[in-house]
């Protein structure tokens, strides 16, 4: 009886999973193996969150596979080691997972195939984290890369996506030592976010269910609306693959502005992978020279970490990411800003602060959105600056988000809140600016 391996990494589900797809076709039984990878577990500056969202998710996609006849096989340590040595104990026709798309991963490929080779045991890579493999669209110029989002975008419009894969009804496997899921404080000694939120895919399905039912519709027009919580919060169950980027394409009616909006985001979403996959040092290098030299100011950088800054819509953003783990999109953009264009810090600092504490930092996502801010990455207008206080005026008019999380501010009515210094009297426990900005 022939068997094939399914790696799970960043492809935490069952429904529409090419890796699962193709080894369950492929071998009369399917063994679903995940392994923790001690190169990413002994780094320090590990997430905490995404530690406890992993654990969420590695739960339910254990109790899908169970659904199905089968479970997830675990095992901890190098991952080209462990994944040959079940190979080679199943007698394995073929190993099967998804390519992509940062440095490690394709080191990682590398050192399996050669590992897996000694066996005579294949390996296959699949297209299964974005919506669009990453290398598929190339500009008409016969550039290797988009490097602009707009023509990226109407060639992303214009290219069908790939036929959604149905989940298996059933699935069989070999007797195996199957392991176990660790507890999330055995992986991680930092508790994290106290209001984290975690999951898996049966979560994802629930809320993709809530989220294209209605709300979805309004998202072109309040997705930047702070206050009112807009956004599909559907990012960390795609960074993990609990959702399928391409089931989530098909599912969205782009005929409806709200759906072509979304559409938009996970587009962009696809666009920064490509960009990180023909140019992997971005990670970490400038695209493009800074706009300014940066500074060192370790004093305010320790405020923007702590939501201290003394503008309101900054800390109030900073303070929800350490509380929740999260943050909407538009309060990411003025914090970035804020940190790179007025205070001059490298934005490197900020994106590792965003790795450390957010549950969705995907790093193509993460790393070059902070570069589009910062003016070093692919933004048409790299001098670009957010002011923090239009920004707040203009995407929360009310004060409600600011009120929402800066407790100390409840005095102050309204949109008043945006400029505590112009209080009659000092507020207490506030700090004062720590810059100025126009407007004030």
Known sequence: MSVAVAVFTRDLRVHDNPVLWAARHAGDQVVPLFVLDDAILGRESVSPNRIRFLVAALTELDGELRARGARLIVRRG??????????????????????????????????????????????????????????????????????????????????????????????????????????????????????????????????????????VEQYGERADDLAA????????????????????????DLSDPGGHAFARQLAWRDFQHQLLAARTELAWTDYRPPPAPPR???????????????????????????????????????????????????????????????????????????????GTGTDTRPNRTLNPIRQAERNDPDGEYVHRWLPELDDLPGAAVHRPWRAPTLTRDYPPPIVEVNGM
Not at 176 to 183: C, F, K, N, Q, S
């Open 296 to 374: 060192s100011d370790p004093h305010a950088v320790d405020a923007w970490r702590a939501g201290r800054t003394g503008f309101p819509v900054i800390d109030a953003g900073m303070r929800q990411l350490l509380a929740q783990g999260w943050m909407p999109g538009r309060a990411r953009l003025i914090a970035a800003s804020f940190l790179t264009k007025t205070l001059r810090v490298d934005w490197r600092i900020g994106a590792a602060h965003f790795l450390h504490w957010l549950v969705d930092a995907d790093l193509a996502n993460n790393q070059l959105n902070w570069q589009w801010a910062a």
């Open 78 to 215: 190098d991952v080209a080691t462990e994944v040959a040595r079940v190979a080679a104990e199943v007698h394995a026709v073929g190993v099967h997972i998804a390519a992509d798309v940062s440095r490690y991963s394709a080191r990682r490929a590398v050192r399996l195939r050669e590992r897996i080779a000694a066996e005579r045991i294949s390996l296959h890579e699949h297209a299964s984290v974005t919506a669009i493999p990453p290398g598929d669209l190339r500009p008409s110029s016969g550039g290797p890369y988009f490097a602009m989002f707009t023509p990226y975008f109407r060639r992303w419009l214009e290219t069908p996506i790939r036929t959604v894969h149905r989940a298996p009804d059933s699935l069989s496997m070999p007797a195996l030592d199957p392991g176990r899921i660790p507890d999330a404080t055995e992986l991680s000694v930092e508790p994290g976010s106290p209001e984290l939120s975690v999951g898996g895919e049966t979560t994802a399905r629930e809320l993709v269910r809530d989220w294209l039912s209605g709300p």
């Open 229 to 252: 919580d807009a956004t599909s919060r559907l990012s960390p169950f795609l960074h993990f693959g609990c959702l399928s980027a391409a089931e989530l394409v098909h599912r969205t």
